[in-house]
Nanobody, 125 residues
Framework: QGQLVESGGGSVQAGGSLRLSCAVS????????MAWFRQAPGKKREGVASIDGSGTTVYADSVKGRFTISRDNVENTLLLQMNNVLPADTSIYYCAARDYATCWWPADPSDYTNWGQGTQVTVSS
């Protein structure tokens, strides 16, 4: 099993930016489908963005044009650049890895076997 540790969450005003990182060990981000999920209180966990083994990215409609998912193969890290954030982006954000290089969309949390502990993002208006 991989170990995933998120960082970079915090409080930001609407229109601001945050950069989330997910440090990964015991599995290679370049060979897996990696994704960011988020979960707000009382809501289901939803896929935010994914990147597959070939580098193809997919985004939820709600974040397209504002968020960018990427990976650093040398540092073995998954990243999420969040720009022009909205109060609706307030959630706990999780990074996750599948056992395979292929991603499916919409991302189903049950397809992912490796999870981080989550990092809180709070956007104020």
């Amino acid at each position: 099993q991989g170990q995933l540790v998120e960082s970079g969450g915090g409080s930001v005003q609407a229109g601001g930016s945050l950069r989330l990182s997910c440090a990964v060990s015991r599995l290679a981000v370049s060979t897996r489908c990696m994704a960011w999920f988020r979960q707000a209180p009382g809501k289901k966990r939803e896929g935010v963005a994914s990147i597959d083994g070939s580098g193809t990215t997919v985004y939820a409609d709600s974040v397209k044009g504002r968020f960018t998912i990427s990976r650093d193969n040398v540092e073995n890290t998954l990243l999420l650049q969040m720009n022009n954030v909205l109060p609706a982006d307030t959630s706990i954000y999780y990074c996750a890895a599948r056992d395979y290089a292929t991603c499916w969309w919409p991302a189903d949390p049950s397809d992912y076997t490796n999870w981080g502990q989550g990092t809180q993002v709070t956007v104020s208006s």
